[in-house]
DNA sequence: TTGAAAGCGCTAACAA
DNA sequence: TTGTTAGCGCTTTCAA
């Protein structure tokens, strides 16, 4: 089953390979009649020519690809699909990596992209998110983004300067955590994500911030690590339910946690948003799944993806680009939250 | 910033670049110190072999396409998952094509993915679970399966022959029916899904089939169709609690309807499963996410991406791989069902 | 408006 | 064990 080339084209059609060429990207005047002649012979065939060669000649692969964390985290697919809505129209596809946040993963497929002379990676999640990450881990991105434009979303690694497109998560969290104090909330907590990822801590300082400004005290135990799925949500609710001074309202580091969180204490029998309040981020398909719904803070996760892709582009076209974009939040109210009680009544 | 190529690596360490080729690939005996001297060049200069030559010329590109209608859906996520396990295991990469189902966007990933020269595509969804498909679309694909392996997942065209891994969704569904049964349930309806795609289908057939054999009358009015979402399962499941007899048990297509289904019960004081049972289908997370649980049937959807990229290796590599590979489901009961309730009780 | 021919960076005979 | 060389299928000067 030979593969057809321009050749057997060219061939059949009575003219030269440069000629199809022509025709087949329209790069120079052909005359009419002979352009027909061609496009017979490559319908005929159903002629599609190798992209990887190209490729070759040109120096560009039309691919990009994407590492991401967790494409089984509801918010990575939407990031994901505002990526490739904005690929499909400038001709690109999109390999997608997914790497659980492993480090050596995210090397692999850092080699792989390179050697598959993709035009152009967008980085998420992992190495990027690190509070401090290993020296060797930003010199192999600073190494790749060399080589190739480079975009990361929603992170940032210490000595590592590379363009960057992300959403604005603390000010996002400001404004939960406002939201919950504007309600007469006085008791908080945080739970979920990790001291390490540079994500959960900027929620956390956001926290203290608004909590000082506010004249509430920030403890140590105000916040609660232990990661970012509904199973750790869930126990990690449950430990705070088990306290001896209950909180009345417990934000959570993204929508699994959140949702985790309100089953656990649904099956204690906490009302919510009555006895306690519950808010998540990310605004996720998770946060309108369970009752009651989730007040949430929106990244605009498609958005995110789409500027990505934007910005890589622009960077592939030999364009500068915006250095640093910030896509700012907003907070969603639903259901989740309300009006502290007053006891006694 | 010209890049390296193997002439570079060669003339510096003083051979060919045929030597460079066989440290590279270990196809042949290389001296000792010559790979040695080899190695530290191709080191020195981070030299990353360019893959679209090589795969230009050795005709295999350690790419493979997935097409499938909706990353945004939590069930496709864990097939990529289990596909891309495998895939790595083998040294591809994975193109991710989302068509949103539509079948101008399929055909247009099926060109472009050709033309890339990927080794294999798996193909998920829209034409190929239509219950007519134009003939126009199906020529499309055995068109392409003509030039490259394919494998269709969860899914079949009529009048086309191509290697398929599925679920026995029909088995699934008659599960999650006799459990209702068994459990005392009488009055039972389908929502969700559309008549016009085999998946659904099936469905309701297995339902009726199951309801048939236990004495149960099928009416039409059993089903009800709508669409995939949980928006949809949501103004569903209003129209069935508006009936003058509202059944007592509710099968939904999938877990998203299921989900929007249960949180219309739950708004409108339905008690589930005290007084209404719902079951979804699929096994996403979306099962665990709401309370109550839901009872649903796992499809195993990593295994089927895994088993679907085996296969199309099996292809890729000339063997000949089973036509068929039908995965079976299991019910998993949760807490959206429960015995009926004996009224005056 | 067309064609001849020189690569793109790699692998794999074939020779040595 | 190593080198020479002919392609893989395409684009693109350069000349006609």
Excluded: W
């Excluded at 009575?14 to 000629?19: D, E, G, H, L, P």
């Excluded at 560009?60 to 904005?86: C, Q, T």
């Excluded at 250095?323 to 259901?335: A, F, M």
């Amino acid at each position: 089953m030979k593969q057809i080339t321009v050749y057997d084209i060219a061939h059949e059609a009575r003219v030269s390979v440069a000629t199809v060429s022509r025709v087949l990207n329209g790069t120079a005047p052909v005359k009419a009649s002979t352009r027909e002649r061609v496009l017979e012979v490559i319908n005929k065939h159903q002629f599609q020519p190798n992209a990887l060669a190209r490729s070759l000649i040109k120096k560009e692969s039309g691919m990009i690809g994407m590492i991401m964390p967790d494409i089984g985290n509801p918010f990575f697919p939407e990031v994901f699909l505002g990526a490739e809505k904005e690929a499909r129209a400038r001709g690109y596809a999109i390999f997608l990596c997914n790497t659980m946040g492993e480090q050596e993963k995210e090397s692999e497929y850092l080699a792989l992209l390179q050697e598959k002379r993709v035009d152009g990676i967008v980085f998420l999640g992992g190495r990027i998110n690190q509070v401090r990450s290993k020296a060797e881990l930003a010199r192999e991105l600073v190494d790749c983004a060399s080589r190739l434009p480079v975009v990361l979303v929603n992170g940032n690694m210490p000595r590592v300067s590379l363009p960057r497109v992300i959403t604005d998560e603390a000010a996002g969290f400001r404004l939960a955590a406002q939201h919950l104090i504007d309600l007469g909330h006085r008791e908080l907590r945080f739970i979920g994500g990790e001291g390490s990822v540079t994500a959960t801590v900027q929620k956390v300082q956001a926290l203290k911030a608004v909590m000082e400004e506010n004249g509430l005290p920030f403890r140590p135990d105000t916040v609660l690590y232990g990661g970012f799925s509904i199973a750790c949500g869930r126990s990690l609710m449950q430990t705070v339910l088990a306290e001896e001074n209950r909180p009345t309202a417990v934000m959570c580091v993204n929508d699994s946690v959140a949702v985790g969180a309100v089953k656990a204490a649904l099956e204690a029998g906490v009302d919510i948003p009555g006895e306690l309040s519950v808010t998540g981020f990310d605004d996720t398909l998770l946060a309108t799944s369970i009752t009651p719904e989730l007040t949430t803070v929106s990244q605009n996760s498609h958005a995110l993806g789409e500027q990505a892709v934007q910005l890589l582009h622009q960077m592939i076209s030999g364009e500068k680009g915006r250095k640093l974009t910030v896509l700012e939040p907003k907070l969603i109210c639903r259901q989740s939250t309300g009006p502290v009680e007053i006891p006694g009544i």
